[in-house]
Every structure is written in C-alpha cells, then in structure tokens.
C-alpha cells in the first residue's frame, strides 16, 4: 500500500485477525487429479514404488507426502525412523534457480536480505526475499556454487518468474533460469554413516561445516552435497544434476546402501520440524508477514550494524528498517506476531486441514490463528506456531519474542476436542525442541 504522498509503507494487517483463507470445513476427501499441468518429478515413481499414499502439491510439483498409512502408525512411525535412523525424503519440489553471470552476486544481494557478498563459494545459507512493503515472497536455501553462480532452493513459491521480472530490463548482466538439478534428503542420526557409504573418501563428511557444500559423485553422478534439511535433526541433501536421466541410478543407490543403517523412504517431518521451530512458507508466513512478525528479523540487513553497512540496497529495506526503528520506539508496525503455544486435547497426530482460530481467553473472540499445530511425544502435549496479538514484547535486540506465559484459547476441530470445543494454551519459547542444525536463527556477527 502506498500513503498520500506516495511513499510505500509496511503490509497492513489491522483487520486480519485470520488468514484470508480460513474455513473451517474439516477434512477434503476427493481425489487429486494426476495430469500433466502438474509436475512429477524424476523420483515421482520410486516415491510411488516406496508406498506413498498420499501427496501434495508444492511449487506446482506432486510432493509425496505420507508412505505410513493411518492403520500402521501414519506420520509418527516416519517421526520415529527420523529420530532413531535415517530416512530418505524426495524434495525434488525445492525448484532450482540458477543466477549466473558476473553481476550474479550484485543481483542476489539486492534480492536477498542479507549480505550476499559474505557468502563464499561452495557455501549456502538460509535467505529470506521479500516484496517492497516488507513482505516474505521465499525463504529458500541459496547455493553459491562459485563467484559467478548462484542456485536459489526454492520453497513454495514460484520465485522464479519474479527473479526474471526483476531483471526483465538487463540492468544486471546475468542469465536466470530453472536447471535439471533435484534434491533429496538423507535426514537422521545415521545420516552421516550412510553419507560415508554413499561418497566415500571424495568429501570428508566427518567435517563438513553446516551450510558446506561439496562436490561429489553418487552411483557415479555429479551431486552437489550440502549439510543442510528441513529436520532439525543431522542431515544432508543431495542435489543430483541432469536429474531427469539419472534419478533412478541415485536413488536406488541411496536405497541399497541405506539397508545397513535401517533407512526408510519417508514424508518431511512437519512433526520433527514444528518442535525445531523451523518455518514453513504458506503455513507459517506469507507475503502477507514481514521477517520481524514470524520470528525472522535476525535476517534483516540494517543501516548502523557494522559489517551490514557495507550491503547495499535491497528491495523492501526502507520498510523494513522503518518497522525495526518503531520497534525500538516502542510502537507497533504489525498486529500480529508468531509465538510458540502448548495445548491439551487429544494428540495431534497429522495434518491439520484449517487453520485453527485463536481465542482471546476472557472475551472468547478471535485474535489470531494457529499455523502449525503437532504432539509433542517427549512433552506429552500439543504443541504450535501460531498468531497472536503484538503487545511490544520485545528481546534486547529489539526483536519481537512473544508474551511468555500468556494464555488463549484454541478453537479445536470435532477430533481434537476432549471434553470442551477450546483448550486453554500457553505462550512458550520457539524452538520447542533445539535444533541439532542451526537452521532457524543465527548469530549476526556470523551471518554471511
């Protein structure tokens, strides 16, 4: 939105107390429509070979999304192979965007929050993108392959288009484009074991740093090998080139050597990465939420932080340095803020098909939404990421933390309710449960 004199101000969330697309119509029991407008990947059908039931889709790509059925444990046997083993995820939905060209660098900065130019080659980071009123479009993994090269791993959004809008002038002299490359995760505490097996002596996997990327070959194919996942827990991810030709060889090779560490084919976690506090874009924020609002301020590049000084302009930064100056001003540029919640009711054992309304405890009227809702099996209780009213909470770096100890009520679905439609939740810290990756917030002084 702009102001009378034109100016582009923050996101304005004054009258959303909850998602625009809030329905609370239950479970959609249809069947997805298999065809062509909708990608499969190359490890679409190992995926179905591997018993996958059920699927979803993710930047236009059928993600399988569940291989244990309900009536063999669903969801939380996949949890229990992650914690105990090591599993196998096809994430070839994580879109690969190549920026290439000697203003690479110069263009990925002035998209990303963060400062690109701290970036080195054969490193990666988590990046944030947002729009010019402060707005998160993307948080993918971002690969710098080399000083000219750099791979955007996209979560769900189609960030690929908007990239070549934004250059749709050639104002910088480098080339944007989907490549064939797709990637797996090798998540768990027998992940490194089974990553030994797979590379051998071509990459020390004892010592790969997190966020490290090397080269390396699987069933003797090009990969690009990073120390990264969606977990919280140990992790790698194996980014195959010319996937399209040699899916199978890789994956059956993961298989085969993965039968000594008890592997199993399995969904994400959405289970193991709520308690790690990790962020699911479209879940947990959208463009609709600024960085500072769900927990990702840590990512914002401002005037007066030393080393930030050097990055140059990026879109959204004017806003978002606004919001950060109001926030240290004690006044209050957004709504609503994400916050970590516990919660009684029957155990949330899958995927919650609404967003789930936030009570206000006395008046009992809305004020907020949960996003991401999952038991706890060490806590024993329900667990969640959700929105709720911004009272000026605030860390010492001035960063949004969340009321701790504040109560609301949830408004729960038929199958979740015990003996009431509400349970009574607390505000508690994010992560629920500390990541063994440091995927969620870094140090600022270790950013790039």
Same mark, same amino acid.
């Given at each position: 939105?702009?102001?009378?004199?034109?100016?582009?101000?923050?996101?304005?969330?004054?009258?959303?107390?909850?998602?625009?697309?809030?329905?609370?119509?239950?479970?959609?029991?249809?069947?997805?429509?298999?065809?062509?407008?909708?990608?499969?990947?190359?490890?679409?059908?190992?995926?179905?070979?591997?018993?996958?039931?059920?699927?979803? %889709?993710?930047?236009?790509?059928?993600?399988?999304?569940?291989?244990?059925?309900?009536?063999?444990?669903?969801?939380? %046997?996949?949890?229990?192979?992650?914690?105990?083993? #090591?599993?196998?995820?096809?994430?070839?939905?994580?879109?690969?965007?190549?920026?290439?060209?000697?203003?690479?660098?110069?263009?990925?900065?002035?998209?990303?929050?963060?400062?690109?130019?701290?970036?080195?080659?054969?490193?990666?980071?988590? #990046?944030?993108?947002?729009?010019?009123?402060?707005?998160?479009?993307?948080?993918?993994?971002?690969?710098?392959?080399?000083?000219?090269? &750099?791979?955007?791993?996209?979560?769900?959004?189609?960030?690929?288009?908007?990239?070549?809008?934004?250059?749709?002038?050639?104002?910088?002299?480098?080339?944007?484009?989907?490549?064939? %490359?797709?990637?797996? =995760?090798?998540? @768990?505490?027998?992940? !490194? /074991?089974?990553?030994?097996?797979?590379?051998?002596?071509?990459?020390?996997?004892?010592?790969? *740093?997190?966020? @490290?990327?090397?080269?390396?070959?699987?069933?003797?194919?090009?990969?690009?090998?990073?120390?990264?996942?969606?977990?919280?827990?140990?992790?790698?991810?194996?980014?195959?080139?010319?996937?399209?030709?040699?899916?199978?060889?890789?994956?059956?090779?993961?298989?085969?050597?993965?039968?000594?560490?008890?592997?199993?084919?399995?969904?994400?976690?959405?289970?193991?990465?709520?308690?790690?506090?990790?962020?699911?874009?479209?879940?947990?924020?959208?463009?609709?939420?600024?960085?500072?609002?769900? /927990?990702?301020?840590? =990512?914002?590049?401002?005037?007066?932080?030393?080393?930030?000084?050097?990055?140059?302009?990026?879109? @959204?930064? $004017?806003?978002?340095?606004?919001?950060?100056?109001?926030?240290?001003?004690?006044? $209050?540029?957004?709504?609503?803020?994400?916050?970590?919640?516990?919660?009684?009711?029957?155990?949330?054992?899958? &995927?919650?098909?609404?967003?789930? *309304?936030?009570?206000?405890?006395?008046?009992?009227?809305?004020?907020?939404?949960?996003?991401?809702?999952?038991?706890?099996?060490? !806590?024993?209780?329900?667990?969640?990421?959700?929105?709720? *009213?911004?009272?000026?909470?605030?860390? $010492?770096?001035?960063?949004?933390? @969340?009321?701790?100890? $504040? !109560?609301?009520?949830?408004?729960?679905?038929?199958?979740?309710?015990?003996?009431?439609?509400?349970?009574?939740?607390?505000?508690?810290?994010?992560?629920?449960?500390?990541?063994? /990756?440091?995927?969620?917030?870094?140090?600022?002084?270790?950013?790039?």
């Amino acid at each position: 939105m702009t102001n009378k004199n034109n100016h582009i101000t923050s996101v304005d969330q004054s009258d959303r107390k909850v998602p625009y697309n809030l329905r609370q119509s239950g479970d959609t029991p249809v069947q997805m429509l298999i065809w062509n407008k909708v990608r499969k990947s190359p490890f679409w059908h190992k995926s179905i070979n591997h018993g996958a039931w059920r699927a979803t %889709v993710y930047n236009r790509v059928f993600h399988p999304f569940g291989y244990s059925k309900p009536e063999d444990g669903g969801p939380m %046997v996949e949890y229990e192979a992650l914690m105990n083993d #090591v599993t196998l995820w096809n994430v070839a939905v994580e879109r690969q965007i190549r920026v290439k060209g000697p203003d690479a660098e110069k263009f990925v900065d002035y998209v990303i929050t963060r400062d690109a130019t701290k970036i080195s080659p054969m490193r990666a980071r988590y #990046v944030i993108l947002c729009n010019q009123y402060g707005g998160v479009l993307n948080d993918p993994i971002l690969l710098r392959i080399s000083e000219d090269e &750099f791979w955007f791993s996209l979560s769900d959004s189609d960030i690929g288009i908007y990239l070549q809008g934004i250059n749709h002038d050639n104002k910088f002299d480098v080339e944007i484009k989907e490549i064939d %490359v797709c990637p797996l =995760q090798v998540q @768990g505490p027998r992940s !490194k /074991n089974l990553m030994h097996d797979l590379v051998g002596s071509q990459i020390d996997v004892s010592n790969m *740093p997190f966020y @490290g990327l090397a080269k390396a070959k699987v069933a003797g194919r090009d990969c690009i090998i990073s120390q990264t996942g969606f977990s919280g827990e140990e992790g790698y991810e194996i980014y195959l080139l010319n996937s399209t030709l040699y899916a199978d060889e890789v994956w059956d090779e993961i298989v085969s050597k993965g039968k000594n560490h008890n592997l199993m084919v399995t969904a994400p976690s959405h289970c193991r990465r709520i308690q790690a506090g990790i962020l699911s874009w479209g879940q947990d924020m959208d463009n609709e939420h600024n960085p500072f609002q769900c /927990n990702l301020g840590y =990512q914002v590049s401002l005037s007066g932080k030393g080393e930030w000084d050097k990055k140059g302009d990026y879109i @959204g930064r $004017k806003v978002l340095e606004e919001m950060k100056s109001d926030l240290k001003d004690g006044k $209050k540029p957004f709504k609503l803020q994400l916050v970590g919640l516990e919660f009684s009711g029957k155990p949330v054992l899958d &995927f919650a098909t609404d967003f789930w *309304p936030i009570l206000n405890i006395e008046s009992q009227e809305p004020v907020g939404f949960v996003t991401s809702p999952w038991y706890h099996p060490d !806590k024993k209780t329900n667990i969640a990421m959700g929105y709720v *009213p911004y009272e000026g909470d605030l860390s $010492k770096n001035n960063f949004p933390i @969340g009321k701790l100890g $504040k !109560k609301y009520l949830i408004e729960l679905p038929e199958k979740y309710q015990s003996s009431s439609t509400t349970e009574e939740a607390i505000v508690v810290p994010i992560p629920f449960t500390k990541s063994k /990756n440091p995927n969620t917030r870094e140090v600022i002084d270790n950013i790039g």
